[in-house]
């Protein structure tokens, strides 16, 4: 009785959660910058700049391919737009993420996107959380913000950023 009754509570609250975020569909965003700096350059710059400024999520291991200028992990990058006044606690933008570089372009494809508390739970508020269009919407300033900063980085071509 016990385990059939522990068996519920996790389909419940893993129903619960699943039904806290929007489709999959909606909460993906896609970026490409114009560069023009050679595509080796932009992967390894963008690569510091990755090791340097994202949260690495844990137990997740980053894929990277030199030799075609790509890489896919899971990442955070701080991000308070649904923090209240009176919230003192620091929230992140966590996805999965797609980066190319190519010849005169980088491309970032940013999906799962969902948003965490700094101990990496999942935000279970529908009104902080991705759960509409409208919230999706929310985040992208905090997308637009890192993806310029990305650019800049591979741009400037230097390590001084």
Avoid at 7 to 28: E, F, K, N, T
Avoid at 46 to 71: C, H, I, Y
Avoid at 95 to 102: G, H, N, Q, R, V
Wanted: charged fraction near 25%; include cysteine.
């Amino acid at each position: 009785m016990r385990i059939l009754s522990a068996i519920i509570a996790v389909l419940i609250l893993g129903g619960c959660s699943s039904a806290l975020l929007a489709p999959d569909y909606v909460r993906q965003v896609d970026h490409v910058e114009k560069i023009g700096v050679k595509q080796k350059t932009a992967y390894q710059l963008a690569l510091r700049w990755f090791d340097k400024n994202l949260r690495p999520v844990p137990g997740k291991a980053r894929e990277q391919d030199p030799s075609t200028g790509s890489m896919r992990m899971e990442a955070a990058f701080s991000c308070n737009t649904f923090r209240k006044d009176n919230d003192l606690k620091e929230y992140f933008l966590t996805f999965a993420l797609d980066f190319e570089s190519s010849p005169g372009f980088i491309s970032l494809h940013f999906k799962n996107l969902r948003m965490e508390n700094a101990e990496g739970e999942l935000v279970s508020k529908h009104d902080a959380q991705l759960s509409s269009p409208q919230n999706v919407d929310k985040i992208r300033p905090c997308l637009k913000k890192m993806v310029a900063s990305v650019s800049k980085a591979v741009e400037s071509n230097t390590l001084n950023w």
